[in-house]
């Protein structure tokens, strides 16, 4: 054997090798790309930024798309599959299928472009033929996101099934911290002689850690053309006032996000705290009536003492329209490279609204972790179970200083009713009592923001546990609650 040959080997054993269908101009070309629709790729080479940009001017998401698996990119060993095929090794290797917005898109059950098609229509006959017969797994790879539901798994053994491949041959990583639960409750109604394997994989932690160590030391770490400001850990001011009792940042308004807001501005909270908002932002273009209907009909709540409340402030948040922290177009905005300092310092404690409330999966995006790397105290608008997870991993929470029990409660109604209690609780306290908490969840605090650090401080042990779960998962039986961290 050569030298280079043998280079190739070891290089592969330790790395994660991805097989690909097409090369393109400026590398890889995302596996299950939908080859009716190429004119923007076509357009700018296959440039994956610019043709992204250009798509969804016309489509309202691409369905696929590469993002190194939020993992260190020094790991990934990219080939093209006649070249795996003819060079084969009986190592690990992934075909990797990269999940972009809505999942649903990729399997077609998107309503502009990708209608009936899925990613695995997409696959070459080359590489259908490596997942049957050789040690090439399909990675569809959804760590990005978290919104899934039982309508996912059932298209995956679908398309599956129509084009011959063995379900124990494909790793369903995800973001949502119950991605098992949600399999698990269609294999009880659908049972399957082989099962798909399942992963979780938290990308956000990982990736808010990294801007976090880049900019504390001084790194360029841009964003859609934006840097994201932290403060030095000694620079942080715990022992004094501060202007305002909480930060609430939203962009999309979510239903979760409305009513909070509703109950919020019937208190009249929101004015004299750092809010944003904006009611052109609401999760679809014409969700201002829908959504009235949906909340008569009982969707949220059934208690006609609130749903009087949650119209009451909708009404006057329709009328105020908006409210801004730090940037005037709330839809410019995003969770890395526009952080504030200065938001953070000015206020006691974070709300923070993450993606899903209402829906099956319990996700964790990169806005949960925006106040460990700030050193500032949070109450999550969430599903149940975030907290507990977020603890599993190694960070702390408060419920030894206010009631978390919100994370236990599973009737979305009551939660969010507990969730909004505690927030005025909070936001009642005087600012001497502020001062005096503060004393003692300053350890929680550093401690939090040095917990993230790790997750960046340690990338080589981040990717070399990513790789050898991953192996560990394809070789193995399908397990529960597997995590890739």
């Not at 795996?84 to 998107?110: A, H, K, M, R, V």
């Amino acid at each position: 054997m050569s030298k280079h040959r043998t280079w190739k080997k070891e290089t592969q054993e330790k790395s994660l090798n991805r097989v690909f269908d097409y090369i393109g101009p400026y590398g890889i070309i995302p596996n299950g790309l939908n080859y009716n629709y190429l004119d923007s790729y076509l357009k700018y080479d296959f440039n994956q930024g610019y043709a992204i940009d250009d798509f969804c001017k016309k489509y309202e998401q691409v369905a696929t798309y590469d993002c190194h698996h939020n993992i260190p990119q020094h790991i990934c060993y990219d080939i093209g599959i006649k070249q795996w095929d003819n060079e084969y090794q009986p190592n690990f290797s992934i075909y990797p299928i990269t999940g972009y917005g809505s999942l649903l898109c990729g399997l077609g059950e998107d309503f502009t472009f990708h209608l009936n098609q899925s990613f695995f229509d997409f696959m070459s006959n080359m590489a259908k033929n490596a997942v049957r017969n050789k040690n090439l797994y399909i990675l569809l790879d959804y760590s990005s996101e978290g919104d899934i539901r039982e309508r996912v798994f059932e298209i995956i053994h679908q398309e599956l099934e129509k084009i011959n491949l063995p379900p124990s041959k494909l790793i369903f990583v995800c973001s949502a911290v119950n991605t098992d639960e949600i399999y698990e409750s269609w294999l009880k109604e659908n049972p399957q002689k082989e099962k798909i394997k399942t992963a979780v994989y938290p990308w956000a932690v990982y990736s808010k850690a990294r801007e976090l160590h880049d900019r504390l030391e001084g790194g360029q770490h841009y964003f859609k053309g934006r840097l994201s400001h932290y403060s030095p850990t000694e620079d942080i001011d715990f022992d004094s006032k501060r202007k305002h009792k909480f930060l609430y940042l939203n962009r999309r308004l979510k239903p979760h996000r409305v009513i909070l807001l509703s109950l919020l501005e019937k208190d009249g909270l929101l004015k004299d705290n750092l809010v944003s908002y904006d009611v052109k932002m609401l999760y679809t273009h014409d969700a201002g009536h829908p959504f009235q209907v949906d909340l008569q009909q009982q969707q949220y709540t059934s208690d006609k003492n609130e749903l009087k409340d949650i119209l009451k402030g909708y009404h006057s948040l329709k009328k105020r329209k908006k409210q801004t922290v730090d940037y005037d177009d709330v839809e410019s905005v995003w969770g890395f490279g526009h952080e504030s300092k200065d938001d953070y310092q000015n206020t006691y404690f974070s709300i923070v609204s993450e993606t899903l409330f209402y829906e099956w999966a319990t996700y964790i995006s990169e806005k949960t972790f925006k106040p460990f790397a700030h050193c500032h105290p949070f109450v999550m608008v969430c599903r149940p179970g975030t907290l507990k997870y977020l603890r599993d991993i190694g960070f702390k929470t408060f419920s030894d200083f206010w009631d978390e029990s919100y994370d236990e409660e599973k009737d979305d109604a009551k939660r969010m009713i507990k969730i909004y209690n505690l927030v005025k609780e909070l936001t009642n306290k005087s600012d001497d009592e502020w001062v005096e908490l503060y004393k003692k969840i300053k350890p929680i605090l550093l401690y939090n923001r040095e917990k993230l650090l790790e997750f960046a401080s340690n990338t080589d042990l981040l990717a070399d546990n990513y790789l050898k779960k991953l192996k560990e998962l394809a070789n193995g039986d399908y397990q529960k609650n597997y995590s890739l961290l």
